[in-house]
């Protein structure tokens, strides 16, 4: 046999799936008896971007919760200061009536309770109130009064 005439073939082992006496190599895929078998990171792409997608979602809850108690924050004390300036108007000498009554009264008119109403004398008053949200309460607490009463500190 000369050099020219030689042939060389190509001779593969056949994978287990194909040792259910298919003769060509095809089997029933008909890809040529090739086949693509998963390296060790295949699908981790899937696996990282969902941890990705539950962190931030997990963040974007924390957040909303922040989010929540501050405004409730703010809501309480918008509603002590209101009630601190009605009941501080009903301690004028024209106001007349129950300053505490009043202030409760505002308080609840702007989403609060009033938790405690002490009157300072001279005309000055202060309230507490706290405003109910659903992962628990917020307070706060103001003083109204006449300037000649007003404290620096």
Sequence with gaps: MSARSRRWVVVRAR????????RDGLGSRGDGGTRR???????????????????VMLLMGFLGVLASAQSARAR????????????ATRLLPLGGGDACGMA????????GRLVACVDEGGGVV?????VATRIGSASAEARAGPVSARSDG
């Design 104 to 111: 409760g009264q505002t308080a609840v008119r702007n989403g």
């Design 37 to 55: 078998w998963p390296s060790g990171d295949e699908g981790s792409g899937t696996v990282l971007l969902l941890g990705l997608v539950c962190v």
């Design 15 to 22: 994978p287990r799936w194909l040792a259910d006496g298919c």
């Design 76 to 87: 309480a004390q918008a509603a002590s200061d209101l009630a601190a300036l009605a009941a």
């Design 126 to 130: 202060r309230v507490r109130v706290e």
